[in-house]
């Protein structure tokens, strides 16, 4: 008889109605290759952004929540991890013997470190959360050096920034990583958060940067950084 074969992420994520899936984005096929060699280990993983439909665009922070789809697929998908979500908004009411909810406002980086001082250091973090270019750098510079060896650390709607929230004349995330590529050495137009950035250079032993759908024609998407 032949045996079932378990689901891969990107399944999880339509079943479960993430845009992470194949109807949208379809960063689950980049993060199943990526994450399979995880999948039964008891890793720390940390997600930031649980829900589409925050104040980036526009809606209170204190909505009402009802629901956090990669949550669950993450739950699904790594049987033996603890799982920690990090929002503006609450979602402490979503209960789980494997999750621990953070709130953080991703404008302020006490808070953020606040956030990496109260979990074991993670072995993968996703940026899902607001996509404002100082929002993502904030958390990059208070969480990657958190991260374990070995680790990875994923930003992903790297071209898309919500216009209440980013700041005019920030350099973009993705340029900012670029410019890591293409230089060895990160670039910012404030030359405080470029210094802090480069000082980081020596834990970072690769970066990838892809385009929307993984088509090179299109604008960069997503990032993953390995954790020398």
């Given at each position: 008889?032949?045996?079932?074969?378990?689901?891969?992420?990107?399944?999880?994520?339509?079943?479960?109605?993430s845009d992470?899936?194949?109807?949208?984005?379809?960063?689950?096929?980049?993060?199943?290759?990526?994450?399979?060699?995880?999948?039964?280990?008891?890793?720390?993983?940390?997600?930031?952004?649980?829900?589409?439909?925050?104040?980036?665009?526009?809606?209170?922070?204190?909505?009402?929540?009802?629901?956090?789809?990669?949550?669950?697929?993450?739950?699904?998908?790594?049987?033996?991890?603890?799982?920690?979500?990090?929002?503006?908004?609450?979602?402490s009411w979503?209960?789980?013997?494997?999750f621990t909810?953070?709130?953080?406002?991703?404008?302020?980086?006490?808070?953020?470190?606040?956030?990496?001082?109260?979990?074991?250091?993670?072995?993968?973090?996703?940026?899902?959360?607001?996509?404002?270019?100082?929002?993502?750098?904030?958390?990059?510079?208070?969480?990657?050096?958190?991260?374990?060896?070995?680790?990875?650390?994923?930003?992903?709607?790297?071209?898309?920034?919500?216009?209440?929230?980013?700041?005019?004349?920030?350099?973009?995330?993705?340029?900012?990583?670029?410019?890591?590529?293409?230089?060895?050495?990160?670039?910012?137009?404030?030359?405080?958060?470029?210094?802090?950035?480069?000082?980081?250079?020596?834990?970072?032993?690769?970066?990838?940067?892809?385009?929307?759908?993984?088509?090179?024609?299109?604008?960069?998407?997503?990032?993953?950084?390995?954790?020398?």
């Open positions: 008889m032949m045996k079932t074969k378990a689901e891969n992420l990107t399944d999880l994520a339509d079943r479960y109605g992470k899936g194949s109807t949208k984005h379809r960063y689950t096929e980049l993060y199943h290759m990526l994450f399979h060699p995880y999948r039964q280990r008891k890793i720390t993983f940390l997600e930031m952004g649980l829900l589409i439909g925050g104040p980036e665009h526009g809606v209170d922070k204190d909505r009402e929540t009802n629901d956090c789809p990669s949550i669950r697929m993450w739950l699904e998908y790594f049987p033996k991890a603890e799982i920690h979500g990090l929002d503006v908004s609450d979602f979503f209960e789980h013997d494997r909810f953070h709130r953080c406002d991703m404008d302020v980086r006490e808070e953020i470190a606040k956030v990496a001082g109260e979990m074991p250091a993670p072995d993968i973090i996703i940026d899902d959360a607001s996509h404002a270019s100082h929002h993502q750098q904030n958390a990059f510079l208070e969480l990657f050096p958190k991260l374990v060896s070995g680790g990875l650390y994923i930003i992903e709607d790297l071209r898309w920034q919500p216009k209440p929230y980013e700041k005019p004349g920030i350099t973009k995330t993705a340029a900012l990583f670029r410019s890591f590529q293409n230089d060895r050495r990160f670039s910012h137009s404030d030359p405080a958060v470029a210094e802090e950035f480069n000082a980081l250079i020596p834990e970072i032993s690769a970066c990838i940067v892809e385009p929307v759908r993984y088509q090179k024609h299109r604008r960069d998407q997503v990032a993953v950084i390995h954790k020398r």
